[in-house]
T-cell receptor
C-alpha cells in the first residue's frame, strides 16, 4: 500500500517568489492536512481538506493557501515568499481526521534565500 | 491559544530501562490524544492514541491519560537504542485539527 507522497522533496526559492507543493494521500484517505515544522515552533497546523472542502484553517497569513482535488490529492501554495517561510512542510492523510490519527508524508524542505 | 506542552529533553535512559514521557494540555474539552515518534530527518509516525482515562498498552508502549489533571504520558518498557527519537504529543482541538507539542528528545544509552 503506497504511503503519503509529497513532491518535491527539496526546494530552494528566492524571497518574493511563490511555490506550490503537492501531496497525494493514501488511497482511500479523503482527509489531507498540512503542517509547517520548524525547530523553534514545532508542528504548526496550516489547514485541513476533506472532499475538496477546507474544514479548518490555522493561524497563518493569507499568503498560505491550499486546495484539494476530486481524487483527494492536495496542493498548498505560498505566495510572496519570506525568509521565515523556510521550513519542512508536512502533509498528512487520514480516513476521517476525526480522531483516527495521521499518516505523514516525507515532507518538502523549503529554503527561502 | 490552546497549548500542548512537553519537556524538550533530552531524556537519557539506559538500555532496558523504562522511559517515561509526559505531556500536558490546556483544553479541558480535548477528547483524543496521540503519540508520534520522529527520527532525525524523518517525518512523524503514529505510535498510538488514547481516548479514555486510564492506561492503554501496545507492545512495549503504554499510554496513560488523566483528563482531570490534563496530562497524557507514554511509557516505553525495555528501551532500546532504536527508540532514540523525538516523541511528539498531539491533542485534537475541536474537529479536524491537532495541536502538537514541540516534542521530547529521548536518548537510549547502550
Amino acid at each position: 500500500k503506497a504511503g503519503v507522497t509529497q513532491t518535491p522533496r527539496y526546494l530552494i526559492k528566492t524571497r518574493g517568489q511563490q511555490v506550490t507543493l503537492s501531496c497525494s494521500p493514501i488511497s482511500g484517505h479523503r482527509s489531507v492536512s498540512w503542517y509547517q515544522q520548524t525547530p523553534g515552533q514545532g508542528l504548526q497546523f496550516l489547514f485541513e481538506y476533506f472532499s475538496e472542502t477546507q474544514r479548518n484553517k490555522g493561524n497563518f497569513p493569507g499568503r498560505f493557501s491550499g486546495r484539494q482535488f476530486s481524487n483527494s490529492r492536495s496542493e498548498m501554495n505560498v505566495s510572496t515568499l519570506e525568509l521565515g517561510d523556510s521550513a519542512l512542510y508536512l502533509c498528512a492523510s487520514s480516513f476521517l481526521a476525526t480522531g483516527d490519527g495521521y499518516t505523514f508524508g516525507s515532507g518538502t524542505r523549503l529554503t527561502v534565500v | 491559544q490552546k497549548e500542548v506542552e512537553q519537556n524538550s529533553g533530552p531524556l537519557s535512559v539506559p538500555e532496558g530501562a523504562i522511559a517515561s514521557l509526559n505531556c500536558t494540555y490546556s483544553d479541558r474539552g480535548s477528547q483524543s490524544f496521540f503519540w508520534y515518534r520522529q527520527y532525525s530527518g524523518k517525518s512523524p509516525e503514529l505510535i498510538m492514541f488514547i481516548y479514555s482515562n486510564g492506561d492503554k498498552e501496545d507492545g512495549r508502549f503504554t499510554a496513560q491519560l488523566n483528563k482531570a489533571s490534563q496530562y497524557v504520558s507514554l511509557l516505553i518498557r525495555d528501551s532500546q537504542p532504536s527508540d532514540s527519537a523525538t516523541y511528539l504529543c498531539a491533542v485534537m482541538e475541536g474537529t479536524y485539527k491537532y495541536i502538537f507539542g514541540t516534542g521530547t528528545r529521548l536518548k537510549v544509552l547502550a
